[in-house]
Structure formats: structure tokens, C-alpha cells
């Protein structure tokens, strides 16, 4: 059973920094994309980040680029997500996803693309 499982999530101060992680198992890790999604309250899911093969196959959303950066150790099945920086804008529970490729540029950072979900870890930003 594919199971993926969030950890890191806190509070910090505008500012700040936070390191998620996301432990996968039950399916090829290397071969799908692996991304991060959050979801404020009240709001729709966005795409973060997400991550094809390593590092060179990395696409970041323009509200979070420069901020963040996703990594992936595919030895150890784990991803994650380097929050530097931090802004109240960005609070939120943060998601890891998998989904099976090919994947167009739009689709990258698209939920619907994305077959496999952890539970979600909260991030809260105070200002």
C-alpha cells in the first residue's frame, strides 16, 4: 500500500525557516514526480514545488521561487521541501503528492496530475 507521511511542520516567525520532509513507500519513488501542494484555509490546493529525477528536473511556483527548494534522496525514498524566508502568506497544511509521468509544464504543479497523497503537516507563519 502506497503510504507517504509528512513531517516538519511548525510555527515560526515571518522570516524563518522550516525543512519538510516526506517518507514514501509501496511504489518506484524514482520513477514519479514527487511534489509538494498547501492549502490555506478557505483556499483552493495549490502546486509548490515538485521534483522529476533530481535536481535539474525542478519547477517551483513564481509566489515561492528563490524562497524555497525541493530535493529528493532517492536511495532513502524521502523528499523534501526547504521553507528559507518565510511569510504569513505561506501558512498552511502543506501536502506531499506523487503522480506517474509524462507531465506538461502546466500539469507539473496540478493536483489532478497527482495520484498518491500524505496526510498533510500544518505550517503556521506569525508576522
Known amino acids: 500500500q502506497v503510504q507517504l507521511v509528512e513531517s516538519g511542520g511548525g510555527s515560526v516567525q515571518a522570516g524563518g525557516s522550516l525543512r519538510l520532509s516526506c517518507a514514501a513507500s509501496?511504489?518506484?519513488?524514482?520513477?514519479?514526480?514527487m511534489a509538494w501542494f498547501r492549502q490555506a484555509p478557505g483556499k483552493e490546493r495549490e502546486g509548490v514545488a515538485t521534483s522529476y529525477l533530481g535536481y535539474d528536473w525542478t519547477y517551483f511556483a513564481d509566489s515561492v521561487k528563490g524562497r524555497f527548494t525541493i530535493s529528493r534522496d532517492n536511495a532513502k525514498n524521502t523528499l523534501f521541501l526547504q521553507m528559507n524566508s518565510l511569510k504569513p502568506e505561506d501558512t498552511g497544511v502543506y501536502y506531499c503528492?506523487?503522480?506517474?509521468?509524462?507531465?506538461?509544464?502546466?500539469?507539473?504543479?496540478?493536483?489532478?496530475?497527482?495520484?498518491?497523497w500524505g496526510q498533510g503537516t500544518q505550517v503556521t507563519v506569525s508576522s
Open positions: 509501496a511504489f518506484t519513488f524514482n520513477n514519479y514526480y
Open positions: 503528492a506523487a503522480g506517474a509521468p509524462p507531465m506538461s509544464a502546466i500539469q507539473r504543479l496540478s493536483s489532478k496530475k497527482y495520484n498518491y
